[in-house]
């Protein structure tokens, strides 16, 4: 049997540990306020109109973003890496929706969650079905969402950006290996039939490496409805998810 050593602090007494515990919690408290700015921030942060519609495939069909928030008026969708190649999500991708738990306040808070992918729509509901998954799961095969998203990377299709970095900006980050294919990302919409929302304070859904996104805004092309619009804020795909998503 392989034993794994596992690295300990010191021990010290009773009032020495007292002393570093006390240190620590200013630590943390000057995190919380640092945080508290930096959500503050993100709800102020300014809008942007997208005059662009998407068609996705469901299981009832063919449907626009507008459908995919089901009568609520908050959506979170979670691009799911899955290639229209392959025939397994990504691995990763996978154990993040295996760890969402009950979504159900969710609903009472008037959001819907939905995972989008760029496979056909039959992998994807043999994948659901094989995981056992509830969670809702569109197609955005045959359209432009992953890449205006910039979830799928394909240079001859939209310049690379990923993170809010271009291609040059990767380059120096992560060496001269040019991202491509699938990544991973979380994106928020709301939507009025009268006005444009401030940016919405996401609900901590589901644990990530990264910040919910912020918010800018779509107006939806047919039908009039105001749609608040992210991009996704996300971190390498192949890193294992870890951290929760910060809340208030």
């Known amino acids: ?22 240190t620590l919690l200013e630590h943390e408290k000057e995190y919380t306020e640092h945080r508290d700015r930096i959500n503050a921030e993100r709800r102020r ?25 089901a009568g609520r008026t908050q959506l979170i969708i979670y691009h799911f890496m899955f290639d229209p190649e392959w025939d397994k999500g990504c ?28 496979a056909p729509l039959p992998k994807l509901e043999a994948y659901k079905t094989l995981k056992g998954w509830t969670v809702p799961w569109y197609s955005s095969f045959g359209s432009d969402f992953n890449y205006d998203f910039h979830v799928t990377l394909d240079e001859t299709i939209a ?34 039939a009268t006005t444009f929302f401030t940016p919405i304070r996401p609900m901590p859904v589901a644990l990530s490496r990264s910040p919910m996104p912020t918010v800018s805004s779509i107006r939806h092309p ?17 890193r294992p998810m870890a951290d929760s998503v910060p809340s208030e």
């Open 159 to 192: 310049p690379i950006e990923y993170n809010y970095r271009d291609k040059a900006e990767l380059e120096k980050r992560n060496g001269s290996n040019a991202m491509q294919g699938e990544e991973h990302g979380l994106s928020v919409f709301s939507a009025s």
């Open 91 to 118: 691995m990763g991708c996978t154990g993040y929706v295996d760890a969402l738990g009950d979504l159900s306040m969710l609903g009472d808070r008037d959001t819907t969650f939905v995972l989008v992918s760029r």
């Open 1 to 22: 049997m392989i034993k794994n050593e596992i690295a300990h602090p010191k021990v010290a007494g009773r009032e020495e540990w007292l002393t570093a515990r006390k």
């Open 222 to 238: 047919t039908d009039g409805r105001k749609i608040l619009k992210t991009r996704p804020q996300v971190g390498r795909s192949n």
């Open 45 to 69: 942060l300014t809008m942007v109109k997208l005059e662009k519609e998407y068609t996705f495939a469901g299981s009832n069909g063919a449907v626009k973003l507008i459908d995919l928030f």
